[in-house]
T-cell receptor, first 114, second 116 residues
Framework: NAGVTQTPKFQVLKTGQSMTLQCAQD?????MSWYRQDPGMGLRLIHY???????DQGEVPNGYNVSRSTTEDFPLRLLSAAPSQTSVYFC?????????????FGPGTRLTVL | AQSVTQLDSHVSVSEGTPVLLRCNYS??????LFWYVQHPNKGLQLLLK??????LVKGINGFEAEFKKSETSFHLTKPSAHMSDAAEYFC??????????????FGIGTKLQVIP
C-alpha cells in the first residue's frame, strides 16, 4: 500500500490564482480530512468527508472547496489564492474499525502564495 | 469542548538522557489521546494512542505515555534519547462519544532537540 499520497510536494502561486491539491489513499478508508499547519498553531481542520459524496466544513473552511466523488480521492481546491493561505497542507484518512480518530497522514504540500 | 495544552514549545536534551514532553488536556468525557511525531519536512506519524484500556501506553521507537486522569495529563517519555528522535511532537485529544466523523484537537507542538 502506498498509504496517503499528496501532490504536488511544493507549489508557488500568485494572489488570485486557483489550484487543486491532490490527495489519494489506497486503504479503503471511509474518512478523509484536510488540515493546514501554521507555525505555533498546530493543525487546523479545513474540510472533511465521511464517505464518497459527503463532505463538511471544519474549523477554517473559508477560501477552500472540496469534493469526494470516489472513496480514494479527496482534492482540495483554492479558488482564488491569498497570501494568508501560505501554509503546509496535510491530507489524512481513517477508518471505523481502527477508530475514526486514528489518522494516517500524507507527506504534505508546501504552498506559498505571493 | 475539548482542548489540549503542550506545556513546552521547545525541549532540549543530550543524547542518552531521558525525554519528557508534557501534555495536559481538557475534555468533558473520557477522551482518546494520541501522540504524533513529525520529522522535518515530513508528514505526521502516529507514536501511540490511549483509549482507556491501560493507563500506560507503549508506542513505537521506545516511547511511552501515561494517562493520569486526576492530573488531566498525558506526558510522553523515553528513557534514552537518540539523535533520530529530534522532531516535533504533537499531543492530540478526541472525544469518542460523537457519531460519524471524529474531530480531533491538536496541540501546538513541542520541538525536541537532541544534543550529541
Amino acid at each position: 500500500n502506498a498509504g496517503v499520497t499528496q501532490t504536488p510536494k511544493f507549489q508557488v502561486l500568485k494572489t488570485g490564482q486557483s489550484m487543486t491539491l491532490q490527495c489519494a489513499q489506497d486503504m479503503n478508508h471511509e474518512y478523509m480530512s484536510w488540515y493546514r499547519q501554521d507555525p505555533g498553531m498546530g493543525l487546523r481542520l479545513i474540510h472533511y468527508s465521511v464517505g464518497a459524496g459527503i463532505t463538511d466544513q471544519g474549523e477554517v473552511p473559508n477560501g477552500y472547496n472540496v469534493s469526494r466523488s470516489t472513496t480514494e480521492d479527496f482534492p482540495l481546491r483554492l479558488l482564488s489564492a491569498a497570501p494568508s493561505q501560505t501554509s503546509v497542507y496535510f491530507c489524512a484518512s481513517s477508518y471505523e474499525r481502527e477508530g475514526r480518530d486514528t489518522q494516517y497522514f500524507g507527506p504534505g504540500t508546501r504552498l506559498t502564495v505571493l | 469542548a475539548q482542548s489540549v495544552t503542550q506545556l513546552d514549545s521547545h525541549v532540549s536534551v543530550s543524547e542518552g538522557t531521558p525525554v519528557l514532553l508534557r501534555c495536559n488536556y481538557s475534555s468533558s468525557y473520557s477522551p482518546s489521546l494520541f501522540w504524533y511525531v513529525q520529522h522535518p519536512n515530513k508528514g505526521l506519524q502516529l507514536l501511540l494512542k490511549y483509549t482507556s484500556a491501560a493507563t500506560l501506553v507503549k508506542g513505537i521507537n521506545g516511547f511511552e505515555a501515561e494517562f493520569k486522569k486526576s492530573e488531566t495529563s498525558f506526558h510522553l517519555t523515553k528513557p534514552s534519547a537518540h539523535m533520530s528522535d529530534a522532531a516535533e511532537y504533537f499531543c492530540v485529544v478526541s472525544d469518542p462519544r460523537t457519531g460519524g466523523y471524529q474531530k480531533v484537537t491538536f496541540g501546538i507542538g513541542t520541538k525536541l532537540q537532541v544534543i550529541p
